[in-house]
């Protein structure tokens, strides 16, 4: 089979189970020829069994043909620090104001999940990641 010629990669974040055709997705897709409708109906579709709303990068390849593909990737470190803290958003003064406290459970833990899309080589190199996020949202992480 002849590799299709690639025309665009873009890159969104979506909610999962709740994406709709509106903006961002629809003026994203739009220029390249892409349906919104039949991408947001995938894209839902594939996304049935992560928690409604959560937050995921999508890449979206385009290719010459109109037709697309699309990887979904786990979600930011952010929204999975806020998930697990229950915070409705990071602190606007990180030095000053902490808004929750990390535990090296909940650092392991989330470290874990993201690894695969991290380019740490071991989960040590992963927690500091996970760790310096935490820090510039205000969050203090246990020792």
């Not at 952010?78 to 990071?90: D, F, R, S």
């Amino acid at each position: 089979m002849a590799k299709k010629k690639v025309t665009a990669v873009i890159k969104l974040q979506c909610p999962a189970q709740k994406a709709t055709p509106a903006p961002p997705i629809g003026p994203a897709l739009g220029p390249h020829g892409v349906s919104a409708p039949q991408f947001v109906q995938q894209f839902n579709d594939r996304t049935k069994n992560y928690e409604a709303g959560l937050t995921l990068p999508v890449i979206i390849t385009v290719y010459a043909d109109k037709s697309f593909s699309f990887i979904i990737k786990t979600p930011p470190v952010a929204v999975l620090i806020k998930k697990t803290l229950g915070l409705e958003k990071g602190s606007g003064t990180p030095n000053k104001v902490k808004v929750g406290k990390l535990t090296d459970a909940q650092l392991t833990e989330i470290a874990q999940s993201k690894m695969e899309d991290l380019n740490a080589n071991d989960i040590e190199a992963a927690k500091r990641i996970v760790a310096g996020t935490a820090r510039s949202m205000g969050v203090e992480v246990e020792k």
